[in-house]
């Protein structure tokens, strides 16, 4: 069968971008390597969470083994187990993918529209104070009396229960009542009733493109198998796509494959409060930094939190100090700095298609790093925190670049109309053409590319 | 293959966590509950390479005095602030976080050793987290 449109993963890009082209009446395969989990069959517990859900059955690590990676592996992608926080990208951000890409299209009138379409796709709520838990509260509370701007998140959501009780950190594993609306929820299981067609399970490792289809290789319970389609559009995420891309043999081709990755590295620092805290029940996480200050400074706050396999994780402590610590869990007070990191990492692949990844953190990092660190103790400090632990281990959740778009093909990987350079009926539309790290949570912005894509494609 | 934890890794494992989780006060011994039945599923997305890795050095770990293995878990964790980028240092460093996550992973969970009736690390942190489905 030839295909009008294969789109191969299924996240945020992938999810919203294979809707908008079913919904247009072409022929859509979307393609996916994990799992088909719904509702009612995502893992129930954090450990199987882990192990199932993620490449590398877990997490991946950096070459210098100091900062893991965390990325999902099934139908929805990462948008399944990220918190699904809504934020368009600002002048900033934008203004600087321009400058870096030479793409004239990166601003804040043209992306508008699309951002207008993908939200209106979506049941979006913004949090208010009567909604914020305790940790959110000592957070706020203490920004106010130092002069931090805070504000409420705004999150993909409709339905969350709070009235019942329901805990939301619950649903890192999967929203088991689908009010999350990640891209299995907000576009997927839409495009599957008017007709997409979806097989997971299926790991593409090559794509071969010529002039007027596409060829897909790939793996299905170890069977060797290949679709066509008249265009091809990978969305595999930074590391998917330029794996498929490594593996394809354009690196000789587009010397920048793999190039400028980022990742948005998070540190998490708990405030040991004497009162509980409960960080994991509820509307976990409902306000951040909104500080022009910390923004112009290259990070920003969030009061997140995780349940236990986690939060120990972030300790490096062994045997009873370690017990001391984890003891406190319902009285942990939590905050990350999350830093807009150069670009300076690189996704490097071998023949057997395994990846090596360098991400060092460069002294511009670090600086923004310890500017986040020094604010986040002044508010722990603030909200009476008895003891604070700095954990040094980090960890990326937005992985970005390694197939970044601009205009020259000797420093970018797709052209300004996301197509691969030189080639006529291969796309990549992820995080991966991301031409350097916006600073800000990347899941709008890349459903809005797709929806950019889509529109460009079905004309 | 399916990844699969031999008997002598399992018992390098179940020394391992017991140096990271030990018997302390409410908390019980990692060696005492954790559900190692359990243990094969948390691995089976594991990159064969890297899991057949970990089994080896398990079962090095399971014929080691325990002032030895404790000395390495050290050097693991003291890696974690190590500024040596090299091969030994990197390696150290996954190793750390590959056995805590692996330890972690049955300690702090449901999946506890059947036989075992006391209170798990779980209950000792009161955790408790409430799904509201329908």
Known sequence: ????????????????????????????????????????????????TSAYLYWGGGIEFAKDGRMGFLRT???????????????????????????????????????????????SDMVLHTFCREEMRPNGILFADACDKLGYKWGYLRRGQSNCAPEKDNDCTGCLGGCFRDSKQSSLVAFIQKAEKEGLEIIAETEIYKVEPNKDTCKVHGFQNGKQVTFEGKKVILSGGA??????????????????????FASHPQFMWLGFQNEIVDAHKGMFQSVASKDPNFRAQGFKLENVFASPISIGMLMNETGIEHQRLMKQYRYMQCIEVAVRDENAGEILCDNKGKLTVSKPLTDQDKTRRDKGHHAIENILNTSGAKEIYKSKFYFGLHLMGGCTMGVDGATSVVNPDFQVHGEKTLYIADSSIFPNAPGINPGLTIKSLGHKLAQQLIK | MANFFSTRATKGLLNVGEIYCPKNGEFPSFKEAAGTAYLNNFVKNVPEDD????????????????????????????????????????????????????????????????????????????????????
């Open chain 1, 1 to 48: 069968m030839l295909y009008d449109f294969i789109v191969v993963g299924s996240g945020s890009g992938g999810g919203a971008l294979s809707y908008y082209l079913n919904k247009s009446g072409a022929k859509v395969l979307l393609l996916e390597a994990g799992k088909f989990y719904r509702k009612d069959t995502f893992p129930k517990t954090e450990a199987e």
């Open chain 1, 73 to 119: 592996k099934m139908v929805g992608g990462s948008s399944i187990v990220y918190q699904c926080l809504m934020d368009r990208f600002d002048d900033i951000a934008l203004n600087d993918w321009k400058n870096e890409s030479g793409v004239n299209w990166f601003t804040p009138e043209i992306m508008a529209p699309h951002y207008d379409q993908v939200e």
């Open chain 1, 239 to 260: 590391f998917g796509s330029t794996r498929m891309m490594h593996m394809s043999g354009y690196k000789s081709k587009l010397p920048a494959l793999g190039k400028k």
């Open chain 2, 51 to 134: 899991f057949n890795s970990l089994s080896l050095v398990l079962a090095i770990f399971s014929f080691l005095p325990n002032f030895l293995l404790v000395w390495i878990i050290n050097l693991c964790t003291n890696a974690q602030n190590s500024p040596s980028d090299g091969l030994l240092y990197s390696n150290l460093r996954q190793l750390n976080l590959g056995l805590r996550g692996l330890c972690y992973s049955i300690y702090y969970s449901e999946f506890t050793n059947p036989n075992y009736k006391g209170k798990k690390a779980l209950d000792v942190l009161d955790y408790k987290l409430n799904r509201v489905t329908e």
